[in-house]
């Protein structure tokens, strides 16, 4: 379950006068990034996590207002526990807009969502668009297929066939580096990975990250709704062979350690509004910078930037032993998952006999 452009609807709910002019959401620095942006704004290429700056030259009439969190996590908070109260079913929290909730046991649990979503609208003005299927995955990438107000349910196999033709970049947890990397095997789309041998993707990527790749394609996903938040912050580091001084080589590092951190945040969902780099110098002195920023962001240019930033502005004193990558705060969190392909069997069975209720 996904909230329709929620900062921005929680702020037009607040200025009514506002209804039907693009709105974005976003700070004044000269770093800040979209929070989100209105549908309205969205029709002239504005979206969240980017550059405030690019997005006020995209829709130079646009109204921008400074996100406001004490008010988006009340209305969350309001959202949510009606959703809680009505479902009474495991939930995991993704964020303050999203979640995902296990309606295997609710009876006929189609009719139940359809009233659920009416019932949000009603009483808290927050509209909600729902992707029902037998997985995370599935449940993920349909309730972003017809947004706003989507209501899409789908089988694996149904999800495999009305995807096909997508950039590989939709699926969960194939993050930009991921993409480029197939993208030179001439793999573009979900159906070129569907039609990829499983021993090519192996010999690109590896055995676990191959075969995760494969099954993901067919929108394989046994992993569970998990209602503990057990991650705090995710960080990539690396010590080198030899210490380094060369400035050049480390942002060489930041860059492939936020690549790292990024993957593994899409791959959950997970964003982070404090970006930070950890430095050990040669004599195991250690150096850490953080910076938090105006948006939750997973995004790789914006976590490489403010990453790469904070090395310039804490240029190494002494030979650099180790350095790494941090991004926390996050809004919502995920366990922990390897990569890896899970079996076809042993996924949420949802009954579908009402999938035509009004």
Known sequence: MDCDAFYATVELLRRPELAGQPVIVAGSGPRAVVTTASYEARKFGVGSAMPASRARRLCPHAVVIPPDFAAYREKSQAVWALVADRLRSPMQHVSLDEAYADVSAVEKPLRVLRDLVAEVREQTGITISVGVGPSRLVAKTASDAEKPAGFVVLSREDAAVRFASHPTRLLQGVGPRTQERLGEMGITTIAHLQAAPEATLVARFGSRMGGWLKARAEFHDDSPVESSRLAKSRSSETTFDTDVEDLDALRDTVR???????????RKDTRGRTIGIKLRYDDFTNMTRDRSIDAFTNDLDRVTAVALELLEDNLPERPVRLIGVRVASFEGVVAERPPAPPP???????PMEDVAAP
């Open 256 to 266: 492939k350690l936020a690549a790292d951190v990024c993957e593994g945040l899409q």
């Open 344 to 350: 076809v069997a042993g996924q949420l069975a949802l």
